[in-house]
């Protein structure tokens, strides 16, 4: 599977500002990453939306996201993708979901 992809982050100086052609898309999803703490989600999302990687540990301070537009099967689809502050955001959303 071929992905092509467009990159944003929160902390983008463009933060807040409406890019018109960021609004074209088939589809949308808005995807959360949880799981323990220190377990690498913030490594998993820098990987898979940046293609970076840092072996420095780097805790994250509430709650970042990136945006990364991919193409399959001729449709644009927008992801959203959340990351949360480990072990407080799991258990908030286990809670919430029993």
Known sequence: MELYGKMASAQDSRYGQKDTSDQNFDYMFKLLIIGN?????????????????????????GIDFKVKTVFKNEKRIKLQIWDGQGQVMFKIIVDDHR
């Open 37 to 61: 703490s220190s377990v690498g989600k913030t490594s998993f999302l820098f990987r898979y939306a940046d293609d970076s990687f840092t072996s420095a540990f780097v805790s994250t301070v």
